[in-house]
């Protein structure tokens, strides 16, 4: 029997491309996004680095199907998030979030947390414990999977958010300013240990940060200004 939050194999294709992607709001009156493009292969780590408003959440928030375009082309692991079908697989099967606030259920245990994206999959209670055991042990909260999330830090929340993203070993796990709450220490072990699961993981990240530190980390720097992408 397949195991259904078994990492997916390959790397190097292309798993998220943007293609000339607009984007406004108000009735066009505020343009974010101008005719940006790029592309995310498998096992990259890619920043996509710029100020606040520069459009690179924007831009993140498309390829996750989280909004959709004015126009441009999307295609993230062969299938386009603007279609309903297409995010509802997305989402199920090949992406993981993690934001800048961690969205955890606060009266939730971190296990609970950790394993709600493995229900829509259909997975076997087994199957997802030792799943969840997997994951809490390589960021040192094995002891913790009890504890509620409301009674945890904000680099444990943060930790348990990151596991939550990985739970279905999705192809592409896309971060939103995911260090952007946390102290500068904190901050800097919250960024490693991303790096350092999604290699183990074998997943692609691409990563929406403003500091320069860490977009410099990265496999490959993006800059977002003006609307565009640009490679540093």
Request: net charge positive; glycine share 10%; proline share 4%.
């Amino acid at each position: 029997m397949n195991n259904p939050l078994a990492p997916a194999d390959g790397r190097g294709a292309p798993l998220a491309v943007a293609r000339d992607v607009w984007k406004s709001y108000d009735r066009g009156r505020v343009e974010v996004l101008r005719g940006a493009s790029l592309t995310v292969r498998a096992g990259e780590l890619v920043a996509l680095w710029g100020s606040s408003g520069s459009g690179k959440s924007t831009l993140l928030h498309l390829l996750g199907g989280l909004d959709t375009p004015d126009r441009g082309e999307l295609q993230v692991c062969g299938l386009d998030p603007r279609e309903e079908r297409a995010r509802l697989e997305l989402r199920r099967r090949h992406l993981g979030f993690v934001f800048q606030l961690h969205n955890l259920v606060p009266d939730l245990t971190v296990e609970e947390n950790i394993r709600l994206p493995a229900l829509a999959l259909g997975a076997g209670p087994a199957e997802m414990a030792a799943r969840v055991r997997v994951l809490a042990d390589r960021v040192g909260l094995a002891d913790r999977l009890r504890h509620r999330a409301q009674d945890l830090s904000g680099g444990e929340r943060q930790r348990v958010a990151i596991c939550r993203a990985l739970m279905n070993s999705p192809r592409l796990l896309l971060a939103d300013e995911p260090t952007g709450s946390l102290d500068e220490a904190t901050g800097e072990n919250v960024f490693a240990l991303l790096r350092e699961l999604a290699r183990a993981e074998r997943a692609a990240v691409l990563l929406c940060t403003h500091e320069r530190r860490f977009a410099e980390a990265c496999d490959r720097l993006l800059r977002v200004r003006a609307g565009r992408v640009e490679e540093v």
